[in-house]
């Protein structure tokens, strides 16, 4: 039996050599060949990150889906963007990316796109249920059927990737210094010769793959993998800093001081500049994103919707809505003006440098004019997977009695000056829980309201 537990909300994920093995793997591309069978999908692109088990992985899901009829199309070393932009440029059905993302060295996991969509919630239980099916739909690993073999063929595509990428990007007349920092994940293969291509001088750290990751951690969410970063900015007095995460579909941006802009607030600038261009589009964030983005896309003549935290779930809510750009405060930015719409750190970072480069003031004076306001982190409470999504349901109930509470993906509430959020994670048997406040005293008061009543309903 193949661990359930492998099967996330997103993608499918585990510890190599433990849930991941050789003989895992062989299964997962049996119950992937005959998903992709059951949708009509027949050519299929695979690539990897440069973890030790990726290549093996990929030779292993390679015989498989060719074994099982599909038409294997293979793009090599890569990051996960590169995947996602053959799904979108190259006559392939589907495709399948190995990478571990921003997780420890010893764990990989699977991305999967059927067409130009990546799968996420019930799709990938589907492929769990595949995989521990005692037999596999006919013609997929069939003892008792014969199914032609399909083919298997090696394309590169890091060139015309690059090349699209630099043609989508008009620059000013600014010459900047950026310092790229990936982390020794992948995101360095594509960013910097974007980069250099569109005028930049760049200052590059950690940018060799490197699967035991020497330096730091490839995850531009935790501020400590942002210190090398942050020092090198100031030191070469660079006009920004980008980090990668290690498969380079989410970005970490430092300003000329060093500062972190997170996600939600990179949005700002980003969403000001497609608005400019595309007036009244739709903008989409995720619920655990700053009240001020909101505010800010409607004061610019955008429509702001708030929406469910997942790359996969917010592309398909782009599609639904016709939104030009989605964001998350992971790192997550999603642009379908001028691109594809799915997320990709690189061309985030090419349409940053676009901005920066028509000005002549610095980074940090974007956000001059947004309010300040006061947030914690993402604060993560235990909570049995059994109760944690009726401990949300309750809250929401108890707060609904004087408050707007918001329930798209969990319990926002609305506070006098502020909110607090409390939501179950996809992932793990926890409550996720993130307050934003006009002031440090608000605050400590909204999360001392809202935790609380947590602590109550959950014990």
């Not at 090599?76 to 495709?95: A, E, K, N, Q, W």
């Not at 090349?163 to 994940?185: E, H």
């Not at 329930?407 to 607090?420: E, L, P, Y």
């Amino acid at each position: 039996m193949v661990d359930q537990n492998i099967f996330r909300e997103y993608d499918i994920r585990g510890i190599v050599g433990e849930q991941l093995t050789d003989e895992v793997v062989a299964v997962l591309a049996g119950a992937l060949g005959a998903y992709f069978r059951r949708n009509s999908a027949k050519i299929i692109a695979i690539g990897y990150d440069a973890r030790e088990s990726s290549p093996g992985f990929a030779d292993i899901l390679t015989e498989g889906l060719i074994a099982g009829g599909c038409d294997v199309v293979q793009i090599g070393m890569v990051p996960t963007p590169v995947l996602y932009h053959t799904t979108f440029t190259r006559s392939v059905d589907g495709g399948v990316m190995i990478t571990g993302s921003h997780n420890p060295p010893d764990h990989n996991g699977f991305k999967i796109s059927l067409g130009t969509s990546t799968l996420f919630g019930e799709q990938i239980k589907e492929i769990g249920e595949l995989a521990n099916a005692e037999a596999l739909p006919v013609g997929i690993g069939s003892e008792t059927q014969t199914v032609s073999r399909g083919t298997g063929t090696k394309i590169g595509v890091l060139d015309a990737y690059i090349s699209d990428i630099v043609s989508r990007i008009s620059v000013g007349s600014r010459k900047l210094k950026i310092v790229v920092d990936a982390g020794n994940g992948m995101g360095g293969v594509t960013a910097v010769p974007v980069y250099r291509q569109l005028g930049a001088e760049v200052i590059e750290l950690f940018t060799a793959p490197d699967p035991t990751f020497p330096n730091h951690h490839a995850d531009p969410t935790v501020e400590e993998n942002l210190q090398d970063l942050i020092t090198a900015v100031r030191e070469n007095r660079a006009d920004l800093g980008f980090a990668f995460d290690g498969d380079g579909d989410r970005i970490g941006v430092v300003d000329e001081t060093g500062r972190v802009i997170w996600g939600d607030k990179l949005m700002i600038p980003i969403s000001r500049s497609v608005l400019a261009e595309n007036p009244g589009a739709t903008v989409i964030a995720e619920v655990k994103c700053s009240q001020t983005l909101f505010d800010d896309i409607e004061e610019h003549g955008g429509k702001p919707l708030m929406w469910k935290a997942g790359h996969s779930i917010i592309k398909a809510k782009m599609k639904e809505t016709g939104a030009l750009l989605a964001g998350e405060m992971s790192g997550h930015i999603f642009f379908a003006d001028r691109f594809y719409g799915f997320d990709d750190a690189c061309y985030v970072g090419a349409r940053l440098i676009e901005i920066l480069s028509k000005t002549d003031e610095p980074f940090s004076s974007l956000f001059a004019e947004i309010p300040k306001t006061y947030s914690t982190p993402e604060l993560r409470i235990p909570c049995p997977d059994e109760i944690k999504f009726e401990v949300v349901d309750k809250v929401a109930e108890h707060f609904a009695r004087d408050h707007n509470v918001i329930t798209i993906d969990g319990a926002r509430i609305q506070f006098d000056n502020g909110w607090g959020l409390v939501r179950p994670s996809n992932t793990q048997a926890l409550l996720v829980l993130r307050f934003e406040a006009d002031s440090e005293e608000h605050l400590a008061e909204i999360r001392d309201a809202v935790e609380r009543v947590v602590n109550k309903l959950k014990n």
